[in-house]
């Protein structure tokens, strides 16, 4: 063969593949821009036809589910700017979580539309404490049934090519996560609570936000407690455990702290408050959590969801005592209920840090393909832990436990 002929040899190959690559990255370029518009398109039914590029495209479903608490969205950012950012995934959020899910309703998530959210409370996608999808609510011919919608669910999640779902929960929404799992989603769990009740990790974010709230909330009755010589309670969240209560109580010098883990009795708390008085302390701070209950007695139901996970809602116990505090014993009393005020406002800096980095690991989990897991807090490292485990059981206040005997030697007395 001539040099020439050669040489127009190796031309022509070389357009030829230089033409199959052109067409192959339109292809897929086509395909790729299909689905993204497909996402962006909040229609129920589009059809997203994703032949061949199922292994190209790499996309996360997020949700955040139950009460809501300040470092929400601090996630969301976290997760939206690994993903996108860093690893060139695609992120989809569900609204109000798994309701989203069984109701395909979502929002493409972009590093813009996480722009400005890491100081602020709540959540973008939304939050709802009922809605299980195993047991969702539905109105047939003016009737009101509960059905398992979980089946259409995971056909939203296939037919959006969801490779993954951080599901961003306390024990309510991670137990739904589990179910999903068994049912062949891939999901990964990023511990949230304020009541800091989940088990196998150290920490959830928000609580340490909720402890502050609480805690300048102690610091605003001393005052008030000091000038008319009253006992102030301040009935603080926690349902089976008494985590804010306790870390609120020490931090703002409470003399009683009640909590669920210690069972009280009102004698207990009189005899701290007389006590106080014989040393001219004429007034008593307690902090009582709204799950705590006398020795022998019951907690305070203040009202029923019956399409929530955990239908009973409590309330009522400060005033319970307050009440029995003047009519049994004669001592003046205020309530203060902290209520959703610990639920709300912006995260702070120690729970902005905490929900960053479960957001981060928790995308990284994703691409290691640690499904079935949820970030968690070991001592100083975030690592990962089978979600099993952590909605297995509560993580409650051991009542022998070290920050209990702190506590006591303090002076703060737990009514027991
Ligand atoms: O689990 C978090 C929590 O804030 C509890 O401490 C509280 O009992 C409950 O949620 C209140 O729920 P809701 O928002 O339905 O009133």
Redesign the pocket.
């Known amino acids: 063969m001539l040099v020439s002929e050669r040489f127009f040899f190796w031309y022509v190959l070389d357009c030829f593949f230089a033409w199959v690559m052109r067409n192959l990255s339109f292809v897929y370029f086509r395909l790729n821009t299909d689905l993204i518009s497909a996402c962006a398109d909040n229609s129920r039914e589009k059809e997203v036809s994703r032949k061949g590029v199922e292994k190209m495209v790499k996309r996360i479903g997020v949700l955040t589910g139950?009460?809501?608490?300040p470092g929400l969205n601090a996630v969301i950012r976290a997760v939206v700017k690994t993903a996108v950012g860093e690893a060139g995934l695609e992120v989809i959020g569900f609204r109000d979580g798994f309701r989203g899910v069984v109701l395909n309703e979502y929002q493409v998530l972009t590093p813009e539309s996480v722009v400005g959210i890491l100081i602020k409370g709540g959540t973008i996608l939304g939050s709802t404490?009922r809605d299980n999808p195993f047991h969702f609510k539905t109105e047939v011919n003016g009737q009101i049934v509960y059905s398992d919608l979980s089946g259409q669910a995971v056909e939203n999640l296939n037919r959006l090519g969801i490779d993954c779902l951080i599901v961003i929960g306390?024990d309510?929404t991670l137990s739904c996560a589990k179910d999903f799992m068994d049912k062949g989603v891939k999901v990964v769990g990023v511990p949230k609570?304020?009541?800091n009740?989940l088990n196998a990790t150290d920490l959830t974010f928000g609580f340490m936000t909720a402890v502050d709230t609480a805690t300048d909330a102690i610091e605003k009755l001393h005052t008030t407690a000091e000038s008319h010589h009253r006992v102030m309670i301040l009935e603080v969240?926690?349902?089976y455990a008494g985590w804010?209560a306790l870390q609120a109580g020490i931090a703002g010098g409470a003399d009683v702290v009640l909590i669920p883990e210690i069972p009280f009795t009102l004698e207990k708390v009189v005899e701290k408050v007389r006590e106080r008085q014989m040393r001219g302390r004429n007034f008593s701070i307690v902090v009582v959590a709204?799950?705590a209950k006398p020795l022998g007695g019951e907690m305070v139901v203040s009202r029923r969801?019956e399409d929530?996970p955990?239908p009973i809602?409590?309330?009522g116990i400060g005033q319970k005592i307050s009440t029995e505090l003047e009519q049994s014993f004669g001592i003046e009393s205020r309530v203060t209920v902290l209520?959703?005020l610990?639920?709300g406002g912006k995260p702070s800096a120690f729970d902005r840090i905490l929900a960053s980095r479960y957001g981060v690991y928790a995308v990284k989990m994703a691409l290691e393909g640690k499904f079935g897991m949820m970030a968690a807090l070991k001592g100083t490292e975030i690592t990962a832990v089978d979600l099993k485990d952590a909605v297995s059981s509560l993580r409650t206040v051991p009542a022998e436990g070290e920050l209990v005997k702190t506590a006591k030697s303090l002076g703060i007395t737990f009514g027991d």
């Open positions: 139950g009460g809501d608490c404490n306390g309510g609570t304020i009541d009740d969240m926690g349902r804010i709204e799950g969801i929530s955990d809602r409590l309330g209520g959703h610990q639920r």
